[in-house]
């Protein structure tokens, strides 16, 4: 009835020189992905009161898991002496990283997406542990980051353990650990579609209906147990949400939005360039992991301390949801503590990231969005004081963009801040700029700020999907004269020049009329200044 | 400060042996395409009025613009000669295609993807003039189709005759083409992001910066002038999408979703079944186009009467948004009438499509979605009638199942439910449905509603999208085992044979010493009865 899918001989071609692993059929993938979504939420669930936990010690020295962390948090107890809760929890998180599991150190997502394109799908299960330890240690004692890209980490080593144990088929466990990643971010933030196309546009390398469909199956268990768990409310409760709109937005307004995607886009830059900085720096400070992450951790409280004292509230320590929903409240920021709070909190996670904390970089820049937006808002109903801006509805847009900017993946922004939010009214401007801030972003540095951290380590990822449109072309077109024969012995620096000459893009190197191999130059130019001096026959 | 695109050395590679064409960057290719937004948006409304004129002028006698498709009209005063009003507005249509365009003939989707990947990206301007009259005057005077198609159609038709004028490569064609199919549906819709969707899901063959943003910018656009033009409200008003929902769903009523998903995907199968057959036996009939048309759209005129005698709608007729709204709106339903609509609207479309009329399958998927989705639903609280089981929520969600199973693009079904119904309540559900739908459709058959057109004709079409994990493997994997050396006069059959042997992909066809050629054998497959017993020089 149905013909042969042409996507299992791709398989075949992408595992071919692996060992032997078993493949599942589509249903059984599913039904394993829905033993996964329970895990990741329950994994999830766990993450969650762990931070709450930490929290509560470190900040107020009670035992207790209650920790609303939209709320602003009553003042610490410790008054000055908070200083030193990030400290504390940091050389807690730099011993478990250092000591159980180096890859739970960071963000989280650069980690993953490693281990798909570069270890095999192989995300160790000890991961999962550690990860929970040291990001809900980090969060909880105020470092300045995230709890998505953990919990991504996390879900994607439930599932590349379980395909592990199963004996899966590459392709197969980077798809379960897809899902695993998928279903965690579902569960946590409420958003079921954002889970399916985070899954989609940053992790999985091939989107067909045999990858697609358990990832879509592990999310949507995730979100039901994790609405079961947390309830049914969106990450953000946003009062603008309600509002019955009847009309099409002012267009001095959509201007503004526009002009709110190319800051986004400026901003997403500049945030990637001072974390990738901070990454470099810190490691290169005197003394060791310990001193380094203590010199960090200090600048992370003192600033958070120095917040409280002008502000009353702790704006950049964790996660810094109570900022972002006071913002999308409605509550009047000046545009000062704005831009303040936007520099500090870029500055903030950088610091943290660098100096080795572990956690995400999805919430500071939701924060970050929140603010810019807000700013941008303020802005306006300064100049065009009759033409109805709101600054929660441009801080919405801003979270927006700056995700997309940040991250590159433009639908999973659009739809996370969907969905996170409820507010259906702004989808037009959020459309806008978050295409704009992308645009602009890739224009000022083709890397996200997942990517980049892999380019900088000489790994790169692929950033672009595509069909191969070879599939449908006739086969005469395809003995195409864009090859070259080779011999192997020829250096690469010369063979990139034969290449450049004509536009050809496939090498065949030939050892004398044998064929000894055959090299795509898509390939080369990301390494290109460290193998030039090769020859074909050492590729 | 950007690094070099690896997209652009593909690109190269697509176009290699193509005439040479303009390349625009990234934002001057969104301003053009804020400028077929626009285009596409307005023809979105020319189009609406036109199928208003017709139905008005054909069922009522009346020269007026006036047209909710979403309320039931009055009884036609012609009574039983309203049959009548398909065949006359069928020999027109025949008339205007034959004449002008062939390739407006259909429901339009798999005409602009033959044109994607078979055409160069050409579709031609009149297209858009043509589809837009024979169209509005098949759904107009009572022919069983829908109205996106048609406006994807006219869509892709300005998209690519813009670039056509600015003598565009390929790559950026088709950008335009996809960003004015998508325009077209967001503007029609009022789905900004379900525009997106399809034309990344259905028409872009490859999804990256450089052919996504244009994209966004015209959906964006599209959407904007639409809501002017038609006002901020969705495709359907949904009482039941403001109902405050604060428990997880049932599971029960979970249960009954995903069994709803299996039945959706069973008869998506049969509607592609019964189509494919309709699309064969009509031109197969004794007479010539006209004849074949008369009789089918006397079919279609006798049953939509039928209908109308026994219940007071014409509910086969058009578009059916007007029973899909009264189905949402809770009207109860009997089992019996929903089982008929469903068998009824699978045969009157494929009958309206296969006798020649002009219009698309996704206002039918919805409508055959609606009535299984009621029908479930009413079976549900017949034998759980404690479990708070409502007609219209599983409707809604057959609607999104059958239109993924129908069309195979799952993210486009589930945002596209979501914005032209606003429900996002049954979320969970409808991700679920919908992912069950997809998998039983492609366990069923590989093909759905688009592209088993093309298959048909010989012209099959990827289905699958993937990054190339070539591009970031060490070279020394690349020069793998999994090709092949064959002498050029091997006959395909014996190629096949040894390809199938050790799993390689890659034949390099040698001729002595020298390489003849390159064979990707994932290309053979689809014509290997055909050229099996040619050599692989004919190749």
Redesign the interface.
Known sequence: ???????A??A???D??LPEGRVFS??TM?MIAFVIGLVASFGAVVFRYLISFVHNLLYYGTISFEYDANQFGDPSPFGIFIILAPVIGGLIVVFLVKTFAPEAKGHGVPEVMFAI??KNGDVRGIVAVVKSLASAISIGSGASVGREGPIIQIGASFGSSIARMLNLVRWQKITLLSAGAGAGIAATFNT??GG??FA?EMLL?????RT??PV??A??TA??AG??AF??DPAFLVPIANID?????DPVQ?VFFAILGVLAGIVSWAFIRVLAKCEDIFPALPGNDYTQNIIGMLIIGTLSYVFFTTTGQYHTAGVGYATIQDILNGTPYTFILLGCLLVAKVFATSVSLGAGASGGVFSPSLFIGATLGGLVGVAGAYIFPDHGFMAAEFALVGMGALVGGAT?A??TA??MIF?MT?D?NV??PL??A??VA??VR??????NIYTIKLRNRG???????????????P??????T??K?LPQDMPVRDALEAVAQD?S??V??ADG?R????????????LADR?SGQTLKD?
């Open positions: 009835m149905s013909s042969p899918e042409p996507a001989a791709k075949v071609n992408i071919s020189q589509v249903p599913c394109y570069h079921p579609l399916v196309l989609v390398p091939e989107v067909s209906n697609f469909l879509v199956v999310t949507a979100t039901y609405r079961i309830g049914l709109v009847h009309e099409a937005i959509l590159g433009s639908m659009i739809v969905e409820r259906y989808i037009v459309v806008l978050v295409a992308v645009g890739r224009w000022l540095i083709q890397d790994k790169p990822i692929p950033t672009n999907r595509h069909t191969n449109m070879y599939l449908v072309r086969a005469t077109e395809l003995m195409a864009n090859f024969v536009g893009e496939h065949i190197v009329s064929i000894a191999g055959f090299v795509r130059f898509g390939t080369v130019p990301y193998i590729l």
